[in-house]
C-alpha cells in the first residue's frame, strides 16, 4: 500500500480543508492523517495531510496536475507532494566526534527514518569506521585553506549519491554562504546549546561561565547566518555547581543526539513546514 | 464571534473529513482547528473540529438535526456539539487540602478554563474561606456513616447548581457506585501516584518503600472500580534516598495541582474523548 | 530541637571537613547534614554544615568566637552561621499579576518555606486583597517619576518589618542600583525567560519571533545588572508552533511561579553560595 | 594521581563524619568529594568519602587494616574501599535488540565508564559484530531447555574474563534464583516500564492497554524475585493516544539505553549504596 503526504500552505480562507479532503475523498484515498495549523499573525494556513493510494483512482502522476488545478482557488498556493516509497537520500557530514553519527546509523537500521543515508562525509579519517559497520560509504575531504574547493568536492559528491539531505552530525566547519543557498531547508545542524543563548564556539564553557542550571541543545536548518536559522527541535537538561566544563560536554553529548535524530525523523516524515525564520513541526 | 466545537466518533470509512469539513463550509464556517484520530486496533475514527459561527449561515439550533441527517452516512456515529459561550459548569469536592483549590480557583479567575466554577464543597469546614475569598459559595456536607445520605445532599447541590463537571480536588472519601453511574465521564480526579503504580492509600508511603526514583500524579475520570477510570493527564518529578515521605508530599503537590489542571482544562475545551477504557486528549 | 547550618568557604587546603566535623562533635553535636564542594578552576571550597544543638556543649552565641578562631588555620576563610529558629524575614514586591505572590503565599502557609513572609509591597492597589486573605499587611507604594522618593518608601517598610530577605513575585519596576548595592544577594527576582537568551523587555514575544521550542524562567539574585545577576534556579516547558504568545504566557506562568519558589525556598534554607556570579546550590 | 573511594555504613552516631575526616587528614589525604545521608527511620548512616593519595601516608594496602580498627568504635561498621585504577570488569548479557548494546560501549569507548567491558554474551548470535566492532570478544551461548547447563557455561564465561559486573542489556532470558544469588548487587537488568507499573512481560502492550500518557524505563538490580530488586535509576517520556506500541517500542528504546548506561555509571563510580530493597545513590 503506498501512502502520499501533502503538505500545503496558502493565504487561510473558508473552504481549503473541504477542498482538499474533497478532493482526497472523490478519488477513492482514505485519510489517514491530518495536521493543520493557521498563524494567527500572518492569516497564514499549512496542512499535512495523509492519504491511503490503496483505491485511489488517479495514478501519482496525475496528482501534481490535479492540485495545480484546485490550488487556482486559492492565494499564494503552494505544495509538496510525496509517496512512502520515495524515500529521501540523507548524506552526513561528521568531524572527529562519533555519538551523533552512530545514533543516526542505529535509528537507519532499526527503521526509525523514512529516508536511507547513503553516504558519510568527513574532514577527517577518524570516524572511517563507522560508515563500513553499518555497510556504507565513507568519503575523507580533509578541510584546507581553500573551501571554495573543499566544498565542490562535497557537492560532488552529494550529485554523484543523488542526496536530498544533509545532516551535520557535529561537523566542526562553517559552511560557506553559497552552499547553504544551495541547499535552502536541506541542511540540518545540531548546535550544542539551548538557542539563542550560546550562539558561536564553545558554548558549553559560555554555559559553564554564566552558571545556568539548565543546558540545552538546538537542532536548526542551516542557513547563511551563522546559528539563526529555524529551529526544528530543541530539548534540555538539568546541571549543576558539581558539573565541570567536561560533565556539561557528555551531558550535552546525549541531548544532541537525540534532539537531532529527532529532527532529521521529523523533515524526513515531510513533518516540518517552514513560516519565515520559524518551523511548524505536525506531531 | 461564537466558536463551535464538534467532537464527533464513528467507524471509519472514506470520506467522513471531507463530509463534515464540506458541511462547515457549504454554510460558510470557518474551520479553526482540527484534529483526528484514527485508532490502529479497533478502525474507530474521532475528530475534533471547531469553526467560527460569524458567517455560518445555520442557526446553532438548526445544527444538530443537520449533523443527524449527515451521520446516517456513517457506521456508530456520534457526536456532541458545544458553542464557546455554553460555559460548563463545575463543582468542587475537596476536603482537607488547599494546594489543588486554589490552584483551580486562581486559574479560573485568570481565564484559564473554558467554565465557570460555580461551588466549593467539602466534608470539612476547613477550607471555607479560600472559595469565599474567590467570591463563591462554600457548601459543608459533613462526612456521615450513612453516606446515602450524604450523597442525596451532594446530588441536591449540583442540581440546584446546575453542575455539568464534578472535581475532586484531594477529595478523601470513596464515591459509591451510584454516584459514579449518575456522572459518567463527569467526574474527574487527582491520584497521587503514577497509576496504574501504587492504586489505593497512601501512595507516598508506598512510593518510599518501593524505592522509585520518580512520582507521579494522575487525573483520571472516576468509575465504580477505584483508580482505574481512563487516564486524562500523568506527570512525574525525580525523587532520591534523601526524600522522606513529608518531601515526596510537598514535592507530590506541586504535581496534583498542575496534573489536575491540565485534565480540568482539557475537559472544558473539549479535548477528551473516550475509546473503552482510555482517553484521546486532543492538544 | 534547635538545628544550626553553617555555610563555610575558604581556599581549599587538606583538612578543612576534618577540622570543621571535629569541632562540631568535639562539643558533642550530631551532624545531619553535610555537603561540599571545591571549584576546580579556583580552587575554592564551600560546605554546608548542619548539626543537632541537643548536646552541644557551646551555647549559640558561643559558637562564631569558636569558629573564628578555627579560621585562622584556613585561608580566606569566612561562615555564615544560623540557627534553625532564626527565620528570616520577607518582604514581598509585586505589580498586578497575582500567581507568584498566591504561591509564595500559599507555601508559606503550608509550612514549605523556612521563614516569615511578613508583608507584601506593591505598586499597585489590585492585589491588595490576597495578602490580607492570608493575614499579611498590604502596602501600597504606588510608581512616581521619582523613583528615589519611591524606594525611599520601600526601604521605610522594609527596614520597619526588620526584612533578611526580597522577593519580586512579577515586579515589573527596575530597581535602582542605589537599592540594588543596599540589598546584596538579598533580593530574588524571577525573570520570565531562560537566561541569558530574551533578556530585557516581553521575554514570550522574543520567544515567540525567535520560534524557539522550549521556553524558560530563570529565579537570580538582583544586581545593578539587568538580568545579569546570579543564577539560582531555572526551568522549562515545551512548546509548539501552535503556543501563541498568551499561551507562552499561561505556560510561563506555571514555571515562573515554581521556579521562584524553589529559588526561594533554597535560599530560606540557607543552601545558596555564591562564587563570583554564579551560585552553588546545595541540594 | 590515585584516588581513593571509601564507602561507609554503620548505625547512625555523633563522631562518625568527624573520625572518618580526620583519619584521612591525619595521613595527608585530600577529600575530593563527600556525601553522606542518614536514614530517618532506620538510623542508619551511609557514606561515601573520596581522597586523593598523592600524599598520603598509608600505602593502599595498609588502609583496610586501619579502617578495620577504626571501626572498632561504631557499631554495625562495614565499608567498601576502591583505588581509581581498580576499574571494574563487565560483561554485557545480550539478546537480539542492539540499542543498550551499543549505547553502553560507545559510552565505554568515550570514557565515559569507569570500568572495563570485557566480553560480551549473547544467546542469539545475531549482534556478533558489534562488540567485535568495538574489538571485544563475543561469546554465543544458546538458551536451552537445560538453564541450568546453559548458567554453567555462562558462569565459566564469568569466571575466565574475571567478571565484576554483569549488564542485562535487554537479554530476554529470565535468570536463576542460583544465579541471582551467586552475583548479589552484581547484576544490572534494565526493564522497560516505570516499575512497579507493568511488571513482567510485554509492558508496553499492557501500558497501551492501560492508556497511559507517561512511559518509563527502570534500572535495577537483579534478585530472585522478578521485576523486584532494587531500583537504581528511573525515567519516563511523555506518550499519546497517537503513539501505536510500536511508537512505545521506538520511544522507549531512548529510555532504556540512557537509564541503563546511568545505572551502570552510577555503580561503576561506586555511588550506589543498599538500604534493604532500596537504593542510596549519591551525585
Known sequence: M???????????????????????????????????????????????????????????????AALRILAKKFDDFSFDLSFADDRRRVAILCSRTPHCLYDLLLRHRMGELEGEIVVVVSNHADLKEVPEHFGLPFVHIPADADRAAVEARQQAVFEQYGIDLIVLARYMQVLSPELCARWPRQIINIHHSFLPAFVGARPYHQAKARGVKVIGATAHYVTADLDQGPIIEQDVVRVSHRDTVDDLVRKGRDLERQVLSRAVRAHLQRRVLLEGNRTIVFS
Open 2 to 64: 503506498t501512502v502520499a503526504t501533502l503538505l500545503v500552505q496558502c493565504t487561510d480562507r473558508t473552504g481549503i480543508v473541504a477542498n482538499l479532503t474533497n478532493f482526497v475523498a472523490e478519488y477513492g484515498g482514505n485519510i489517514l492523517d491530518l495536521d493543520q495549523h493557521t498563524d494567527e499573525e500572518t492569516r497564514r494556513f499549512f496542512m499535512r495531510l495523509v492519504w491511503s493510494m490503496e483505491r485511489f483512482s488517479l495514478g501519482r502522476e496525475e496528482v501534481p
